[in-house]
């Protein structure tokens, strides 16, 4: 359309009103092209709906030993304490791992830890981005006190065969997206490991020898029934093996654990903003835990099997679901081989049904004031045990011109545990159920955020500020060698207490160019207060890192080349330094000082990735990752302990990772 007939537009539409309606002139125009700029930005943030992160992000970020970690990227974000190598947990706005809810699409998963903790399940390439709920902001919000993170799928179907494939030093996996219809499409994804076959030699942790091995696959299958109806069917199986030997206890170790999962999802959603869904599933964790001392040998069995129905239904400021969910829980059993011959009674096993309803509504009480309350109701049924709550919920968002303040209140009740034992990176911990003797845990929080988009949104600031209160957790006081007690039971080995997380965070978030990233600094207390030996202790907790900054940055100047970076520096986190120390038939035995009343250095890491990337035939592209994993080779302490000379001299350890720096190279490729 050309310039005269825009001014030739505008003159008519000024002149004829003041003509009144005696002259009727209709105009016809040309074609319009109207050009504008979408920020496809990877990270968005969204008051009541968390933060969502595009998969895609991960290929040009630094990798470890070839792997692209969903949870280790994680803890780059804003209220997410960074933890030590040897733990994969989250700890999100100063609330326990256990808080958290991590699934598939929905779909709880108990552990979600490969290689030792280092690295996640989670394999990025099978799903297409990722949602973090720091806390509850809704009665949609399940059970749990912390945080949900899901792991969400490409639901739109492919046109032909897609796939990716990348061979790393440790592993190697692979995924395909096969259309089946023009409406339905399966994805498969593997992965397995062989590190027992390179690097059996050199793999050791403080200076035990690991062997160790993996493997986990995915498959989901997705069929648009019609242009309302959706059919999901979703799969996933991973398995690990890991022997070590404990010099520090005369022990040789042996660990095998593994989640499975299986669920049918049906979507329904219509043009006049009706969504429903209904999610049938099963999920399943074990652990089988084996140490040998001297001539005893112990077996550690635990387990947890949940069977799910779920239902939603959001129509416009309405929504509604109820989830029912069977819980079949073992927690850590000991039995032994030897002369002691130990056989703990199966008191702890429970079978359980956890069921829960929840209303929500919006109303808009002015054009820029949205006013959102709820109420989730809930009940846990054992044989021997009932309990039911009723946890109300609200919020208000508020925009002032293209800011938007969000506040929200929530309390919420769980019903299971996780405790445990380890400071070796291996997955000791065990989940079980509220019962007569353990009252459910309980949160009320209040939450304060504010996002300001600027620079014509390729810049946003987020600020959020939390504070949370934690009523009847629960820690486990005993060590490895409490399994040599006959009379070993697990109430015997747990406090019960209350906590305080409360802290603020802000991150300034890059959305376009070719330089994209963030920068936050998240302040955070966690506090714990718990009765030890009859004295009455507040001290904080485990994972508590009073200072963190953590900074994420990816650039691409053209269409081969791309580099990316993180970085991050924080408090060290605390720890119970020993008072005296002696030896007891060969094995240490320490008195501790007072609990986590001492902290760790400074943790601080710098990590650099190359991606290179040319074209062949077709839609094939190869690719080669290089990244360099703590580059400047700060050298951080994960924890001390006491430890026993060849000479039967004791002194004090200081643990590092595996390596000051840890390189690695990975080939992949997309057709």
Known sequence: MGIHTILTTAMLCFFFPLYGQEKKQSIMLDSVLVHGKQHNASLKTESYKGILWNMRMMNDMPKILGNADPMHYAQMLPGVQTNNEYNGGIHVQGSENEHNELSIAGVPLYNVNHLLGFFSTFNASHFSSMRLKESATDASFSNRLGAHISMLHEENAVDSIEGEMSVGLISSQGTIRLPLTSHSMLTCSGRASYINALYSQWLKTDENEVKYSFYDFNATYVNHLSPLHTLTFDAYLGKDHATMKEDNYHADIKDKWGNAMAAVHWSYKDREGTNAKATLYVTSYSNDFGITMAQEKYALHSSITDVGLKTELHKGFFSMGAEAILHNVNPQRVTSAGLLSIHNDDENHTEGWECSAFVNAKHRLTTNTLLQAGLRASTYASTSYRHGAANPSASVTQYIGNTRLFLSYAMRTQYLFQTGFSDM?????????????????????IELKAEVPLARRRYQVTATAYHKRLYNQIEYSGTVLDLANSNYHLNNNLLHGNGINYGFNIMLNKTAGQLKGWICYSYSKAHRTFTIDGVR??????????????????????????????????????????????LLNGNIVTQMSRHNANRLETYARTDLSANYKWHSSGKREHGLNISLYNVLCHNNVLFHYVRLNKKKELYYKSVHFISP?????????KF
């Open 425 to 445: 990176g291996l997955p000791t911990e065990f989940w079980f159920s509220a019962n007569k003797n353990r009252a459910p845990q309980f949160s009320q929080g």
């Open 537 to 582: 202790d507040k001290y904080p907790a485990n994972h508590d890192r009073t200072h963190e900054v953590n900074a994420v940055a990816t650039y691409s100047p053209n269409s081969r080349w791309s580099f990316g970076a993180t970085m991050v520096a924080c408090s060290g986190t605390p720890f119970t330094a020993p008072e005296c120390v002696y």
């Open 661 to 669: 720096i840890l390189p690695s190279i990975s080939y992949y490729m």
